[in-house]
């Protein structure tokens, strides 16, 4: 029963290119959630999603951000014309209980990205 | 919304002595708090949780104790060993509709041979 998966692990971009980070739920969790982690700093809530739903957005920026969890394959997490300021670790979990109360959450290993 | 406070942030304790670990929570709606300890390169890890009715849970070496009136809850590790040095985060949450995770910003516990 494989974790959560994510990829890439690593991801480098030049400033303005677009950046897809994508993260496959453990078998049976139908609620994903990404963080952002920056050096030094915390996990940052950026979305929720639930299968062809977002359920909470509001920790992701308004522009350039966008997560969508399709019917059929991955959650991806896009970051269009990326700036250094993006240039962080990004961590999915997912969970089979809306909130993560009644199950826990499961993270992946991250996807670092690096913005040049 | 709910803001988590962790403190100290960095702990260092001789291999073998206990580590106490402590964060803050805000929102007394709050029910629900989990540890959980990151290693280098590694996503974070689930360790020990504790819900909102029970006041203290043990597991092994770790332990979780919650005080409700203070909202604070801490992570106590005993008999430490070098590889329980990582980065451990406290987090809460209200496990009501629409819910997520906050995460405290983390401590690093180095532990001493």
């Known amino acids: 029963n494989a974790g959560v998966m994510q990829n890439p692990r690593h991801l480098v971009r030049r400033r303005g290119q677009e950046a897809r980070l994508r993260c496959s739920p453990m078998?049976?969790?139908?609620?994903v959630y990404w963080y952002r982690q920056l050096p030094e700093e915390g996990l940052k809530f950026m979305v929720y999603?639930?299968?062809?739903?977002?359920?909470?957005e509001s920790g992701m920026p308004k522009e350039r951000f966008s997560a969508e969890f399709p019917k059929e394959g991955p959650s991806i997490l896009r970051i269009q014309q990326v700036v250094r300021g993006d240039s962080a670790a990004y961590f999915c979990?997912?969970?089979?209980?809306?909130?993560?109360?009644?199950?826990?959450?499961?993270f992946g290993a991250g996807s670092r990205l690096t913005v040049l | 919304g709910e803001n988590v406070e962790q403190h100290p942030s960095t702990l260092s304790v001789q291999e073998g002595d206990s580590a106490v670990i402590k964060c803050t929570y805000s929102?007394?709606?709050?029910?629900?708090f989990p540890w959980y300890k990151q290693e280098l390169g590694k996503g974070p890890q689930l360790i020990i949780d504790?819900?909102?009715?029970?006041g203290e849970k043990k597991d092994q070496r770790i332990a979780v104790t919650l005080n409700k009136t203070a909202k604070h809850f801490s992570l106590h590790i005993t008999e430490t060993q070098p590889e329980d040095s990582a980065v451990y985060f406290c987090?809460?949450?209200?496990?009501?509709?629409?819910?997520?995770?906050?995460f405290g910003k983390g401590i690093t516990l180095s532990v001493r041979p």
């Open positions: 979990a997912s969970s089979t209980y809306m909130g993560g109360g009644a199950n826990v959450l499961t």
């Open positions: 078998k049976g969790h139908s609620h």
């Open positions: 999603l639930q299968k062809e739903n977002i359920i909470d």
């Open positions: 929102d007394s709606a709050s029910n629900y």
């Open positions: 504790i819900r909102s009715n029970v």
């Open positions: 987090a809460a949450l209200f496990t009501g509709a629409n819910s997520k995770l906050t």
